[in-house]
């Protein structure tokens, strides 16, 4: 029997993309539809879900949305005039290029190219900068996502020990400056961090983004502590695929305060997020033409 209250990711991300539909239908209002594009190059079956997911979403929520996919031998120079068509189109307010690329692609270039009022990842190093500034407009998905779960859970996060376990720049180290935001003292714990179990073991709150199936268990969580589990790993338990997070939920659910399922958990609230931010690169970029205009 769990203990631990279950976060349910999925039924909070329908709230958020409802709350949304409103703001779409005023900017439409405005003469603004607001409008993503998604890029995918190469054939990976997990980023295709991805994909196939992010578009839905956004049609449910009102976004517009252009799918460009490439095939994997795409040369740089290709996806980077794609890049750079998409940030001149003023129909266009998010781009999004799905991650991993193929070997030979550099992402940091690809990213670098991204105009930052249109990146609704959060990931082009000036809004890098900002969050870190903590005057964040595009913030990134997922860990903006775990924000809103565990400000729903806890309310103000002022004062309280959050450990991130896993320091990578699409979910640690922004999940980290998001915390210290809300006034929370961070510690990060990484592959190189000794005793991490009981670095953890300290935290109110636990965001775990590691990639290590099931890599938490009850030994790392101090009894009542939020945990909210980013990871998904796909593994094959009896022969069948399963996905699994980084947290051992059976083994730490009796243990935690509350937790996040996998799935159901922060999956649902990145694309949620995805579809706030591409909202407000809509509305920024209104404005901007509005005053330009006036
Ligand atoms: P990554 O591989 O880029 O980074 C993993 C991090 O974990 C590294 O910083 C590493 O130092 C740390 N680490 C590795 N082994 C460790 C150990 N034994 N102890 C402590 N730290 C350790 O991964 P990522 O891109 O941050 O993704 C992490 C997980 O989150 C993956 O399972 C990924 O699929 C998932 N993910 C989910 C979403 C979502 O929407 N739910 C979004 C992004 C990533």
New binding site residues.
Partial sequence: MSAAQRIDGKAEAARVLDSLRDDVERLREQGCAPCLAVVLVGDDPASDV?VRNKVLRARETGIESVEHRLPANTSEDTLLTLIAALNADPAVHGILVQMPLPAGLDEHAVIDAIAPAKDVDGFHPANVGQLVLGDATLAP??PN?CLHLLRQVAGDLSGKHAVV????????KPMAALLLQANCSVTV?????TN?AALCRQADIVV??????R?LDAGWIKPGAIVID????RIEIDGQPKLV??VDFDSVAPVAGAITP?PG???P???AFLMKNTIAAAVRQQAMRDAIAA
């Fill in positions: 991805y998905c997922t996502g376990v896993g320091r990578s720049n699409i979910v640690g714990v990484h592959s190189r961090s991490a775990a983004a590691v990639g290590r199936p890599l980013v990871g998904i790993n997070g980084d996998v958990g922060v999956g609230m990145t694309i």
